[in-house]
């Protein structure tokens, strides 16, 4: 089986950074697309950023230009750093990972458990 934890979460004022990571372990053959999802109270689940096994990425607009994706293949991990956070980025950052898990190449598609971001005003 495929486990994702995360950590990187937490209460930053206006204008802050923070750096978010999500380290996939298990029997894991290979990881194509891994992303990250926020989720404000109230309301649906949505993408922030996703990247894929050869590095193409992909943002929501309301982040571009403030918050960068990355990955280490090497180490099944993904990166979200976030500058020039706003109050309306509060939300819990769910991580994403979708690949073929070993011996059977058979694909997995999980959600890592979440992490909380407050930015306050």
């Known amino acids: 089986q495929v486990q994702l934890v995360e950590s990187g979460g937490g209460l930053v004022q206006a204008g802050g950074s923070l750096r978010l990571s999500c380290a996939a372990s298990?029997?894991?053959?290979?990881?194509?697309?891994m992303g990250w999802y926020c989720q404000a109270p109230g309301k649906q689940r949505d993408l922030v950023a996703t990247?894929?096994?050869?590095?193409?990425?992909n943002y929501a607009d309301s982040v571009k230009g403030r918050f960068a994706i990355s990955r280490d293949n090497a180490k099944n991990t993904v990166y979200l750093q976030m500058n020039s956070l706003k109050p309306e980025d509060t939300a819990v950052y769910y991580c994403?990972?979708?690949?073929?898990?070993?011996?059977?190449?058979?694909?997995?598609?999980?959600w890592g458990q979440g992490t909380q971001v407050t930015v306050s005003s």
């Open positions: 298990g029997s894991i053959f290979s990881i194509n697309t």
């Open positions: 994403n990972s979708r690949g073929l898990i070993r011996p059977n190449y058979h694909p997995f598609d999980i």
């Open positions: 990247i894929t096994s050869g590095g193409s990425t």
